[in-house]
Each structure stands twice: as structure tokens, then as C-alpha cells.
């Protein structure tokens, strides 16, 4: 019997209850007891979603109050000394605190330290490729681990005092060590794995003492480009494993296991899953090498797309591996569902056509469990039911008038090389564009969103409702954008930006005016801690039908005689934070997108805007997880952000903004781009990332971070002083911008105006040194 189970199920809610749960306790509304009634319940919630769609084998672990990772942190005591509880074990406090940043020896930061010393929050980077961000493990090289947080088993026990079968998840010894970041003397984070695996004997004897059978243990940095010597610690390490009890479920995931492929096959482990939606061409070698007592799962349903899935097809293919593994053959998602939203069914308000083409976590669960009984029951009348409807899907969305447009296409057909380069080079075009704008050292400015208030947020909801009309809302937008605007000109900023405060997300309102995008209205999934995006979906070609920006950046420039930034959403971020069609290549999508952004750059040159910033945020966040398939990715991901670009004169001058990344192995590309000004996030790692910029040379203009927007910590201007100095010893000083680390929607406006006062300061004073 083929066995149906999930890697893991989104732990938001379907209403974002985790979400706002999280942000009433941050503000004192809802106490710690309250919070954790809320994690109860949608514990409970989500495995009986799953059970009923007929999961045999639930995931538990795969909640967090904020990132799994930062979870295995507290569990294995993995706690930075400023954060540590001065007395007694770790609480909800101490986790925030590591996730938020915190301030000294406060009762509610759970942090330890002889006075109030500001405590900067743990680094935050992307999950492989993907848009979930987790947090940074901080390793030193006197780590000792121990048992110091015990929700994993808490869950345990609840889900079993409701009657599941439960498969724990934990983030592998490797996994974990290998995402971790070395703090203070450097060494081999390696050294650090004799050590950490007793904890590992120690959780598993414990949960093997609550009656677990089977214990998923995901190593997805085995599907990248691994050192032999990490390779050789897998096998040292799970030979020490095999001893401890349960049954081990090895999970990779996101690629292929290639070089890796018997290494992964061969390890003492009881069953090992791999990824068969980004790596189908793993299948026959896997089937080959894998060891005859093993089980082998295969992940056939996309966890990190919406589309519904081809279940003839998938079948054809399960049914080969039912020839051969019997009972030893599970059926799965190809990774976590965390990174899908919740239920398709709640969408009652979609076009009917574009809703039948979609499955969100629970349908995906429903498409695993049909796959399994398909292989257990194949003459069913419910499965064969349901592989007609699948056919029919299929045969509907692949026939659709509404996917494919020539004019699209014919424009794409017709780029040149000429298309994708500015008229002069960056030293020529930097000299236009000085005289120009005419700033002062050190320019300040800000990402581009200003905080995001509940009056704005009922604004939309109210013009969304019919409530406001247009002429009442755009006046309530012009309201936030003057207010805006007087704010940044009472504080000295250099280069202003309008605050974005008609925009609902940086992806979403492009997306909403440009043709063939479909958008949902509970299709939300976590980004990180209590951040949710609601990715809009690519159905078909895509087009702009008319400007989507130049009204607002137009209106905020009138306001003011400094300098307005124009702001928009690369070409690549636009694809990789929506769900993407998987019946063409990214790359092509890419190209459509960046002929529509084009457009709109020259709209808003021809209304007088001086600077016009192009979001990348999403850059490496595309870049494929093995090196081999790099280059292509990187150049046309450099070539569409050009594209969208380059169609304006050398005085225009193009910023770009890309958020938390190692930019060292790309940074040839990052050039390639040829924005005239790159501002990025370095202030959590203490402008550790400014050392790739430096190295290579980079030639153009660069912004790096100053302080962390996704903290409330206000840091003072001497905090920020400190990095800018160390920026201006990498990078020529004439070359520097100064800003925040990224948009500030999320902020309030006291600490924003708070913060940017001491940003403010601290470029003046610099500019005062360095005169």
C-alpha cells in the first residue's frame, strides 16, 4: 500500500490568525497564554485539514512562532550571549527577541546584559530559493548545544492526544550547521558536528518515549554544490544516527541530488524522499541505487506552486515506482507546503475558468492522497472520478484564447542587443546625472515605502468596497503623499520618494495593472515571523495597458523642489514573488515583464522624474541552487533587468534595491545589471556584505544599509556613524549613498521619523570628517 504524507502545511492560517496573533502580543493586547491558545488551535486545525484530505502520515514540528530554524536555535541552545536569559530556560521572550532585536536586561526582551544595552537581532537571509527568510544561526567556535527548548515535543503530544500519526520534522545536523554563520574567531563550523550530534541521540530517544515511529530529517543542502568534506560528514554522521531509535525519513528537496545522488541513497537511514517537480530526471538513477530495505518518497506535487497538478501524468510515473517498491513507495508534496497558502476553497470570488486551474495546501493534500489511492485502488469510482477531472484541467488551461497573446509575443520576438544598454557608459552617465541633481555628499534618502496605517489600509478597503469613490480615495492618497513629502523635507533628506502609500504590496499593485495576472484573496503565505505576501499568479501573456505610477510620482514631485525618486518593481522580482506559469520559461516571463516596466521608466522620464528606482529585491533569490546552471539564469535575469531600463537618457539616473543576499558569488552579474546606484541591507551583518563590493571593484554607486527596518529598535546616530565609516573604508566615499535597510511599511511613523532623524545626522557628521 503507497503511503500519502506532508513535509510540512502552511502554519499561518488561513486567515493569518498566527500572523495577528503574533503582532496583538508584540503590542501588549494579547498575553502569552492567549498567544499560545492561538498556536493550539490552529495546530489542531491544520492537522485535521490534512487528515480529511487524506494524509496518512501528519508533519509535526513544522510550526514556529516565528522561523523553524530559529526553533532548532532555542532547541539546541544556540542562543548569542545577548540574548541569553540571565536566569533560568529560555521563553516566547527570548525568541522574539533573537527574531526582533530587543533593548538590554528587559523583563520582556528575555535578554541578559549589566545594562541597556541595544540588542541587534539575529541576521536574516532567504531559505535556498525561495522567498522565506529565516533566521541566521550565530556559531562560535566554544558552541556547546543543549536541550533547552521543548515545544517540539509539547506538539507531539497533542497531536497525539487527538488521535494522529505523527512524523516529526527536524531541519538535519548538516542543514542546520551548514546555515548557521561563524561569529567571533573564525573556524570550521564543521568541528562543531561530534557536538551536536548527541542532541540529535537525545531528541530522538525522547520522541521514540512518546511513541514515534518515523522522524523526517531534512537535509536539503544535499541537492547543492557540496565540499567533499561536508559530504564525507554526512556519512560519519548518520552511521552515528542509525543508532538512535525511530525510523528516519531523509528529505531533500528544491534540486536534484546529482553528485550526491548515492551518497543520499546509501546513508543508514530507514527512507530517504526526493524531489521529483524541480528534479524528474533524478527518478530512474534514484530507483536504481536505492537499497532494498529503504522507502523511498516521492515528492510529484509542487509545494511551492499553485497550479493543480497533472495526475495522469504523475500517475504514469508512481506506477513505475509501484512496480518496483511496493509498499516501500510513499506519495508527497516535493517539499513543505509552508511555502503554498492555505485552501483554494475559500476563493469563491475567482473567474471560475482560472480558479478549476489551481490547488492551494489542502487541494494539494487532496492531489497527494488521489495519487496513493490510485496505486492502492485504481478501479475506484472517487479516483477515477478524479482523474478525469484532472484530464480535463489540464486540457482546459493548455486550449485556453485567454494564455496566449501574439502582440506579446511578437514584441518579445523582436528585442536586439541594442534594447539592453544604456546609450553611454556608467562613468560618462554618472557625470550627466551629478551635475543634474546636484546633491551633497553622502545623499540620503530612503528605500521608497513609507509605514502603511490602518487609515490607509481602510482607504483601499473602502474604495476596494465601493464606500470611497475614486476622487475621494486619490485625495486620501494625496493626503498621505503630502504628508509624506513635508515629513522628508522637515528632516533634510536629499532625495525624497513619495511613501507608496496607494500601493498594497511592491509586486501585488503592478501586478494589478497589467495584463495576465489573476490575484486571490486568501492566497497568503508567510515571508518571514508575522510578514505575509499574497503573491499574485501569471496565467498568461502579460502586457501594460496603460501607466501604472506616473499620477503619483508626478503629483509628489509638484510638491517639492528637491528630488523625487520614481519607484518600481523589477522585471525578476515581479517573477519570482508571484506564482509563475509553468507551461513557459521563466526567462520568457521575464521578458514580457520587463517590456511592460520599460514602458513605464520612459513614461515617467518623459514626466520629468530625475531618478527612477527598480526594485530587484528578488535577484539572487532566482538563482539556481547548483553552479552548473548559474550562468544561464544570471544572464537573463541581468539582461531583463537592462531591458526594462536602458530606454532612458544618460542624465536619468536608475537605482536598484535588492534585500538580503550573499552577493559575493554574483556579483559580476549585479555589475552586469549597470544600475547606476545598488542600495542593499548590510547593517545585520555589519556591512560584512560591502566585502564583495569591494573585491571585485564594483564601479558604480552603492547604498548600504544603515539600520535595520525589520526591527522597532531605534538606533542612535553614532550606531549608524560606526558603519558608515567602515562602508567609506571599502568603498570610494564620492560613491556612497546612505539609507535604511529596506522600506519602512512596516514601521510606525514615530520610530520611522525617529530613525531617520539619526540617519539624517549621522551622513552630515560623516560629511563634516570627510570634507
Known amino acids: ?33 492567549g498567544l499560545r491558545s492561538v498556536g493550539r488551535d490552529l495546530r489542531a486545525q491544520h492537522w485535521q485539514l490534512q487528515k480529511d484530505a487524506g494524509i496518512d502520515l501528519l508533519p509535526v514540528g ?15 541552545g544556540v542562543i548569542p550571549n545577548r540574548f541569553r536569559p540571565a536566569a533560568g530556560a529560555p521563553t516566547l521572550d527570548t525568541l522574539f527577541a533573537m527574531a526582533r532585536g530587543a533593548v538590554g536586561n528587559s523583563s520582556s526582551s528575555g535578554c541578559c546584559g549589566a545594562h541597556a544595552q541595544p540588542a541587534v537581532a539575529q541576521e536574516l537571509t532567504k531559505w535556498f530559493d525561495s522567498n522565506y527568510h529565516y533566521l541566521v544561526p550565530e556559531l562560535t567556535a566554544d558552541q556547546q548545544f543543549q536541550l533547552s527548548w521543548t515545544q517540539l515535543f509539547e506538539e507531539v503530544e497533542e497531536g497525539h492526544a487527538l488521535g494522529h500519526r505523527l512524523k516529526p520534522v527536524l531541519i538535519g545536523p548538516l542543514t542546520y550547521l551548514w546555515l548557521g554563520k561563524v561569529k567571533g574567531a573564525a573556524f570550521d563550523k564543521l568541528e562543531l558536528l561530534e557536538r551536536l550530534l548527541p542532541l540529535y541521540e537525545q531528541i530522538l530517544q525522547r520522541l521514540a518515549g512518546q511513541g514515534v515511529e518515523w522522524v523526517q530529517i531534512d ?55 526526493i524531489d521529483l517537480v524541480r528534479a524528474p530526471q533524478q527518478f530512474p538513477a534514484v530507483l536504481d ?40 513507495l510513499w506519495i508527497a508534496p516535493s517539499c513543505s507546503l509552508l511555502h503554498s497558502p492555505v485552501d483554494l476553497a475559500r476563493e469563491d470570488q475567482l473567474d471560475a475558468e482560472l480558479r478549476s486551474w489551481l490547488a492551494f495546501a489542502v487541494q494539494k493534500c487532496a492531489e497527494v492522497a488521489v495519487l496513493a489511492a490510485a496505486l492502492n485502488d485504481p478501479q475506484n469510482a472517487e479516483v477515477q472520478a478524479a482523474l478525469a477531472a484532472s484530464q480535463a484541467v489540464q486540457a482546459s488551461r493548455a486550449s485556453s484564447a485567454r494564455i496566449h497573446k501574439p502582440a506579446v509575443q511578437a514584441r518579445v520576438a523582436s528585442i536586439s542587443a541594442a534594447h539592453s544598454q544604456r546609450l553611454s557608459p556608467f562613468a560618462l552617465r554618472i557625470e550627466q546625472q551629478r551635475s543634474r541633481l546636484q546633491l551633497p555628499a553622502f545623499p540620503t534618502t530612503t528605500i521608497g515605502s513609507f509605514p502603511q496605517t490602518t487609515a490607509i489600509r481602510l482607504a483601499r478597503q473602502a474604495f476596494k468596497q465601493g464606500k470611497l469613490s475614486s476622487a475621494e480615495y486619490t485625495e486620501a492618497m494625496h493626503s498621505e503623499i503630502r504628508h509624506a513629502v513635508a515629513l522628508q523635507e522637515k528632516l533634510g533628506l536629499d532625495v525624497l520618494v513619495h511613501g507608496e502609500a496607494e500601493r498594497n504590496d511592491m509586486v501585488e499593485y503592478f501586478a494589478e495593472q497589467l495584463d495576465g495576472y489573476l490575484f486571490t484573496r486568501f492566497g497568503w503565505v508567510q515571508s518571514y515571523g508575522s510578514r505575509c505576501v499574497k503573491p499574485a499568479v501569471i496565467y498568461g501573456d502579460l502586457s501594460r495597458p496603460q501607466p501604472m505610477t506616473v499620477d503619483w510620482i508626478g503629483y509628489a514631485q509638484g510638491l517639492t523642489g528637491k528630488v523625487m525618486k520614481g519607484m518600481l518593481t523589477g522585471p525578476v522580482t515581479m517573477l519570482m514573488w508571484s506564482f509563475a506559469r509553468d507551461d513557459i520559461s521563466r526567462e520568457q516571463q521575464a521578458r514580457q515583464l520587463a517590456l511592460a516596466i520599460r514602458d513605464e521608466v520612459n513614461d515617467l522620464e518623459a ?20 553552479r552548473a546552471q ?4 544570471l544572464d537573463w535575469a541581468s539582461e531583463a533587468f537592462r531591458l526594462c531600463a536602458s530606454g532612458v537618457q544618460d542624465a536619468t539616473q536608475i537605482h536598484t534595491h535588492m534585500c538580503y543576499s550573499e552577493f559575493n558569488d554574483v556579483i559580476e552579474s549585479i555589475a552586469a545589471m549597470d544600475a547606476d546606484v545598488i542600495t542593499i541591507e548590510t547593517s545585520r551583518s555589519d556591512m560584512e556584505l560591502l566585502d564583495a563590493f569591494e573585491a571585485f571593484d564594483y564601479p558604480n554607486d552603492i547604498g548600504p544599509g544603515v539600520y535595520d ?15 558608515l565609516r567602515k562602508a567609506a573604508q571599502r568603498i570610494a566615499p564620492e560613491r556612497l549613498w546612505v539609507n535604511p535597510d529596506c522600506g519602512l511599511k512596516t514601521r510606525g511613523w514615530a520610530e520611522t521619523e525617529a530613525a531617520l532623524v539619526q540617519m539624517v545626522t549621522a551622513a552630515r557628521q560623516l560629511r563634516t570628517e570627510l570634507a
Not at 62 to 67: I, L
Not at 619 to 626: H, Q, Y
Open 1 to 33: 500500500m503507497a503511503l500519502a504524507h506532508n513535509l510540512g502545511f502552511p502554519r499561518i492560517g488561513g486567515d493569518r490568525e498566527l500572523k495577528k496573533a503574533l503582532e496583538a502580543h508584540w503590542k501588549g493586547d494579547l498575553d502569552v497564554a
Open 62 to 76: 513544522d510550526f514556529a512562532w516565528y522561523d523553524q530554524v530559529l526553533t532548532h536555535s532555542l532547541m539546541f
Open 219 to 273: 537535509e536539503p543542502i544535499l541537492a547543492l554544490d557540496l565540499p567533499q568534506d561536508w559530504k564525507n560528514a554526512f556519512e560519519r554522521a548518520y552511521n552515528i544516527l542509525q543508532r538512535a531509535p525511530c525510523k528516519k525519513l531523509l528529505a531533500t528537496y528544491f534540486g536534484g541530488l546529482e553528485d550526491c545522488l548515492g551518497l543520499a541513497a546509501n546513508l543508514p537511514v530507514d527512507g530517504l524522499h
Open 289 to 328: 541505487r536505492l537499497p532494498a530495505y529503504k522507502v523511498l518518497s516521492l515528492g510529484v506535487v509542487n509545494g511551492r506552486n499553485i497550479w493543480r497538478t497533472d495526475l495522469v501524468r504523475v500517475l504514469e510515473v508512481l506506477q513505475q515506482a509501484d512496480e518496483r517498491l511496493g509498499e516501500r
Open 607 to 626: 514626466a520629468g522624474i530625475r531618478i527612477i528606482q527598480i526594485d530587484e529585491a528578488a535577484f539572487r533569490e532566482g538563482l539556481p541552487l547548483r
Open 630 to 633: 548559474w550562468r544561464e539564469y
Open 709 to 723: 527596518i525589520h526591527s522597532p529598535r531605534v538606533p542612535d546616530a553614532q550606531e549608524m556613524l560606526k558603519l
